[in-house]
């Protein structure tokens, strides 16, 4: 690494291990300031090529920098300092190592210049956050845990498989646009890798999944990484797919969908995720310099606003060890600074003027409008309505307010609302001036987000959302249900699976060795038989000296039960042994 | 006022503004002919947030959704 | 090249230091044991400093004249394709005398004399030029194998030694058919000439059976890979080790050293279905491995998905196939060697394979449960660690052959990542198990010294597989041209 260049993602991955060894006040001031070391790294770093490293007679490219790469980067090393104040009062270094590392191994995605490096980062993102999810050391967390491994190895294979298809047909690894190659089965394996990490169903039902079950603080982290970077993935590779527009605006519909029926509260939030993501998939898509900066932006601000939402419904479980809206209620009396900042998170996802919503979001849709595509207009903006719904009124009203069940509740630890402040910030910050971020995007920005029309109408759109809201409540009343996703096959599938493999494939298995079994003794035994005879007449001395020691061996120990056939076939067998070292020995 | 009056006082608020803003600052011209519609804003709000509740609950309740323990073995 | 025999004394000095164990007292022998292969590998050294990379014969080759009658000569050097299997060879070897240090309490000298014997049977095979040594040394090898597997086995020792036995020698009877028809129709036993030489293509025919006959049985491939499940299970752990790190692996350098480069048309012919059993023992190993219960089983099932993996790498016939499957056979060698030292490490303390009875080791053991994860992700092919590139090397390979057996390869490594981590979740995360906590489960100092050459080689080519590669590149890229050129061009018999 040349001394204009380090790592920002070494910073975190090789400085989390610092971490074990420090107690106390710095362990804590290590804790800050590795996501901090690295943030200032990243705005240090100018657009060029850094760390090419030979492998296997190919470029590995570990340090892309452009306005791409170089934005994403911001956002992921300043959620992972979020992360890490919300996460200090945690007692549990196994969590920080793995957090940090996930983040570090995210910031090597993005910077990633070839395939293989991107394959490392990748699997270690996989593999870290799947142990961020286990470290809850619940069943269920496991289970889930487990499942996601399951879930993230599939797509790492079919990534793996891609880019090797994509070496074998190209001769190179490095990662650019792969349009020119669509249709052939490369594009589709490493496209349908991406996916799966974006969460774009019916590929995505990991996602409420195991992001629930892992701790209030260990999910903070995990809504920041994989799917962010997935997203980057697909600006950098797949930037016009078409397919990707339906299956965007499709994607948006189904996370609010879903989001409907939920419970849980954070896997409510979960599901908001898939729904935005969509936005920044269909962007992809649609692949203008509008539709992409909107991507972008939309990715920037969805990770600081998803994560303060993550830390005000983990908050909330903290405090009161609640999951489900179905038992929560009246929390607005004993935690008012947990409510105000989660509204700011809920204005800022729901695109409320003056929020970084309302900036990045209406960039895809404009960008949906210019390219005259109506459909897809309506339905990311019946999406948005969706959005409002959900984690601006039905969560913030069942969780702070409805029904009063007298729970006895406080104000979270102080540096979880100072995290959630942070995060609040930086949403009003973006939203209140959004040349702050429009600066930054990889393409020139023309766009104006505060124009009446559109300030109106996103009014207009939210506060008649909130109408139907209260005319339908009731009906949203949340009842203790789980919802069946795609998920559901590799759940009650894998059940089936596991039968399959105990059951058929063993016995397959058995007779395959019984058949060799018989036919290998019968027709050596027989042949053996033979040879044994002769040598046992001719060969006097050796041959018996040999039988001997192996009889008392076997004598010595325990036998199962076919004794007599055994011990004829030790003796047969060495004395073909004899025989054969004599035939070419003593020729 | 109760909340209640407070939440249909805005409503009319956005929903005048909505209508005369175009009026009021020509500027901005709309991709779609459904964005002149006037309230457009208000009117889609209130129709997507029915619709979302509405054919979620029935798709919930016809076929995804399930006791909640049923996934434990 | 160094003035010495060095290969005949590295090849002759472990069954010396055996011999000589029987003249020392018990206590001693571990020690001669330990001196010996460790003085085996030191001497090695010279074997990796002096390596010319880039020449295409052999080097380091010694000639002695022995059975004049026979035309059969004393002959042994090394080439880029042996180098890599004599390291394996002298480091497993050190390696199986430590972790056997505290296991083997009854008939010790017996059982050091008798891994001494396999190192040299080892090595000597590895660096035999003709194949009368080649045989004689591949016969060798059944005689230490199957005293460790039925002397210090587990509860079904006789059964998996007679199986392990008569497996073997099957294959190793039509060896010697063939070996005793290629002399008659060439004149000579030594590979380079027999290269040069050709039989014709349907006396290739018949060769190729029966040399691949017994090498099929070693590797194992599909459907005669049954004795493996035992004899891995019921070895003690040294013979596991042996086993799964070598003793494969001679099956795989017997089709390299012998079908490829004498049998080529053949090889054409029978590609087909060799690669398609390949696939299967990838595939069909796979599921199995999914169903075990018993730890050590369910890893000796995994070599035979793994060692599919190798043939199919070999049978591509390309520069990328074969330098896979080489490098790969390296690497299943160490990891799957470091597996079962694990489990043997643990097995020595709470005396179960089944893998119901562990959980939550990770809280107890964590050291042991660091080195178990490394070599569990190298077995899964993490990138960054050893198995990723043999695998890389050898998926692109394939894809160039046929496209349809990638897919299955890529499958395979699917399927071998979830068992592994399966494997890993259950016994060293989840739940802690009554009955373990109890038990001193932390490693001592000899296991971890044990372990660490390991780990250190699996993150070595991992990061670097250039070290193994290098000594490959020149001979495989002879070997892939020697077996692209028809026997009609040479002239048969």
New interface residues.
Partial sequence: MTPEWIHPGLVLIAGAWILPFCRGRAKRAVMILLPAAALVDCFLIQPGTYGVVRFLGQEVVFGRADRLSLVFSYVFALVALVGMVYSLHVNDDAQHVAALTYAGAALGAVFAGDFLSLFLFWELMALSAALLVLLRRRPAASAAGFRYVLVHVFAGLCLFAGIVLHFTQTGSLSFGNLSPYAGSAAFTLILVAFLVNAAVPPLGAWLPDAYPEATATSAVFLTAFTTKSAVYALIRGFAGAEILVWWGAAMAVYGVVYAVLENDARRLLAYHIISQVGYMVCGVGLGTELALNGATAHAFAHILYKALLFMGAGAVLQVTGLRKLSDMGGLYKTMPVTLALYMVGAFAISAVPLFSGFVTKSMVVSAAGESHRPAIYLLLTLASSGTFLHTGLKLPYYMFFGKDRGLRAQEPPRNMLVAMGLAAVACVVIGVAPMVLYSQLPFRVDYIPYTVRHVTATLGLLGFTALGFFLLLEQLDPEPVVSLDTDWFYRRGGAAIQKFTQGALARLEGSVSRVSDVVMQRFVLDIGAQLGNIDLRGVDAIMEGVGRVTEEVSRDLTLTSTGHVQRYALVMAAGILAGVALAVFAW | MTPKRWLYAVLVVFAVGEIAGPHLFPADHAHFWFEDIPAWGSIYGLVSCLLIIIVSKLLGKLWLTRPENYYDS | MTTYPILSMITFLPVLAGAAIFVCSERVARWLALAGSLATLAISAPLYSHFDKGSTGLQFVESVPW?PSWNVVYSVGIDGISLPFIFLSTVVSVLCVGASWTAVQMRVREFYASLLLAETAMIGLFAATNLFLF??FW?LM??PMF?LI??WGG?????AA??F???T??G??LM?VGLITLLRASGTLDFQALAATRPNAALQSWLFVAFTAAFAVKVPMF??H?WLPDAHTEAPTAGSVILAGILLKMGGYGLLRIALPILPDAVRLFRGPMLALSAIAIVYGA??T??QTDVKRLIAYSSISHMGFVTLGIFTLNRNGIEGAILQMVNHGIVTGALFLCVGMIYERTHTREIAAYGGVAKLAPIYSTFLALFC?AA?G???LNSF?GE??I??GA??TR?WY??MA?WG??LG??YI??LY?RVA???VKPGLRALRLDLDLREVATLAPMAALVLTIGLY?ESVLGFLRTSVAQLVVASAASAAVVGGM
Avoid: C, M, N, Q
């Fill in positions: 059975i045989y004689v016969e059944i005689v005293l039925g002397v509860p079904r020792r006789i059964h007679i199986k036995l008569l497996f020698l099957a190793s009877v010697l459907p005669v049954t599921y199995v999914l169903a992700l899964a993490l990138p960054g590139v890389f090397l998926i692109s894809f160039d496209p990638g897919v890529v490594v699917a990542t979830t981590l399966w979740y995360l989840g739940e597989p």
